[in-house]
């Protein structure tokens, strides 16, 4: 079946160090999301990538979708406290007919020392 | 616009006890999936209703069923609980699915943390 892993598992940065997190398919998908948990809380939506090579950006956060619509990275510049939290890729594949399916990574856990 | 509502936020329960868990969908959201996420890890995928029927489901028992009704809203039942089952549970609403449109972007609720004893 269809799995999504992410690396690394884990990140700790000193406030105002970069920060990147990597998903990777091993299959073709439709579009990826990004979701980020903080800690106790639930999964937020953060971005959808769509196209191939496609990137966005959201203030210090950017997005990637690989050539391959296989993989895909996030990347913080200049962390903050608040940026605290898991950040879990979600690959978006047909599976069958109309239905899609959502099947997300382990995430990473970002811890950020002030 | 309403969120997503969970309840309750907090069950326990034994071994071979049943469980329901509700899940109200945020106002114009037809499509209700739920997921199983165990400590440290990803939610993991546990079926979608759509117009009242299950489209798509992930490798969970059959223990493991669901109800959408008229209004959206759904249910989560989980028979024969084991220890492996305790997890929050989230639901999470989408306004229909396709991959080109935000339609199948997930707005989750805050969940049900089910612990099995």
């Known amino acids: 079946g269809q799995q999504v892993m992410q690396i690394p598992q884990y990140q700790h940065v000193q406030e105002g160090e970069d920060f990147t997190t990597y998903c990777n398919s091993s299959?073709?998908?439709?579009?990826i999301q990004w979701y980020k948990q903080r800690p106790g809380g639930h999964p937020v939506f953060l971005i959808q990538?769509?196209?191939?090579?496609e990137v966005k950006k959201q203030k210090r956060l950017t997005f990637q979708f690989g050539e391959a619509k296989k993989n895909s990275s996030l990347h913080i510049t200049a962390t903050q406290t608040t940026d605290v939290g898991t950040y879990f890729c979600?690959?978006?594949?047909?599976?069958?007919?109309?239905?899609?399916?959502?099947?997300f990574g382990k995430g990473t856990l970002l811890t950020v020392n002030p | 616009e309403t969120g997503v509502t969970q309840s309750p936020t907090h069950l326990i329960k034994t071994r071979g006890q049943q469980v329901t868990l509700r899940c109200s969908s945020q106002?114009?959201?037809?499509?209700v999936s739920w997921y199983q996420q165990a400590l440290g890890q990803g939610p993991q995928f546990i079926f979608q209703?759509?117009?009242?029927?299950?489209?798509g489901r992930g490798n969970f028992p059959p223990r493991f069923s669901g109800l959408q009704f008229p209004n959206y809203s759904s249910e989560l039942n989980v028979n024969a609980l084991e220890l492996d089952d305790s997890a929050l549970y989230l639901c999470?609403?989408?306004?229909?699915?396709?991959?080109?449109?935000?339609?199948?972007?997930?707005?989750f609720g805050a969940g049900s943390r089910l612990t099995v004893l």
């Open positions: 299959t073709t998908l439709s579009n």
């Open positions: 209703y759509y117009r009242e029927e299950e489209n």
């Open positions: 999470a609403s989408s306004a229909g699915q396709g991959p080109l449109s935000g339609a199948n972007v997930l707005t």
């Open positions: 106002s114009g959201h037809n499509t």
């Open positions: 979600a690959g978006l594949k047909n599976s069958g007919g109309s239905n899609y399916k959502l099947t």
């Open positions: 990538l769509v196209k191939s090579g």
